[in-house]
């Protein structure tokens, strides 16, 4: 069994190198690691499958959401994604009939209110998200 695990690690390991980052495997290494050391305490076989497939789990669990919050924590925004948190005049009332209207560098935006509450022309909005082809705005006080 401890040839076994060896060769679930190493090809785990290298098929996360070959794929650069994409965190294809990662936790199979972690879980085979882990079951080699059992084997070398000579733990029974079934113990060993069983801590492989819980280790992997749990590593993938952990290792997932971590890696993309710091790996991939670093987007910056582009296209209409940058005018989310921009602040703007409304040239047309939002009513609950009617959509409003913002100019932002030099691109008129239909818009709504986030709260589906009127907001009067003139009005200085923010810019919270972007729906299709509006923009979802709240009313700065």
């Given at each position: 069994m401890?040839l076994l695990?060896?060769i679930?690690?190493?090809?785990?390991i290298?098929?996360?190198?070959?794929?650069?980052?994409?965190l294809?495997?990662?936790w199979?290494?972690l879980?085979?690691?882990?079951?080699?050391?059992l084997?070398?305490?000579?733990?029974?076989?079934i113990?060993?499958?069983?801590a492989?497939?819980i280790v992997?789990?749990?590593?993938?669990?952990?290792?997932r959401?971590?890696?993309?919050?710091?790996?991939?924590?670093?987007?910056?925004?582009?296209?209409?994604?940058?005018?989310i948190?921009?602040k703007?005049?409304?040239l047309?009332?939002?009513?609950?009939?009617?959509?409003?209207?913002v100019?932002i560098?030099?691109?008129?935006?239909?818009?709504?209110?986030?709260?589906?509450?009127?907001?009067e022309?003139?009005?200085?909005v923010k810019?919270?998200?972007i729906?299709?082809?509006?923009?979802?705005?709240?009313?700065?006080?």
């Amino acid at each position: 069994m401890t040839l076994l695990w060896i060769i679930v690690a190493v090809g785990s390991i290298i098929i996360e190198l070959v794929t650069l980052g994409n965190l294809i495997c990662i936790w199979f290494s972690l879980g085979a690691l882990f079951s080699l050391v059992l084997s070398l305490l000579k733990v029974g076989e079934i113990i060993q499958y069983v801590a492989f497939f819980i280790v992997s789990i749990v590593a993938m669990l952990i290792i997932r959401p971590l890696a993309n919050k710091y790996l991939r924590g670093n987007t910056v925004p582009t296209n209409s994604d940058r005018l989310i948190g921009q602040k703007a005049q409304l040239l047309e009332p939002i009513n609950l009939n009617s959509w409003g209207k913002v100019s932002i560098s030099g691109v008129d935006w239909s818009c709504v209110s986030e709260d589906n509450s009127p907001i009067e022309k003139d009005a200085i909005v923010k810019i919270v998200a972007i729906d299709g082809a509006k923009l979802i705005v709240k009313k700065i006080d």
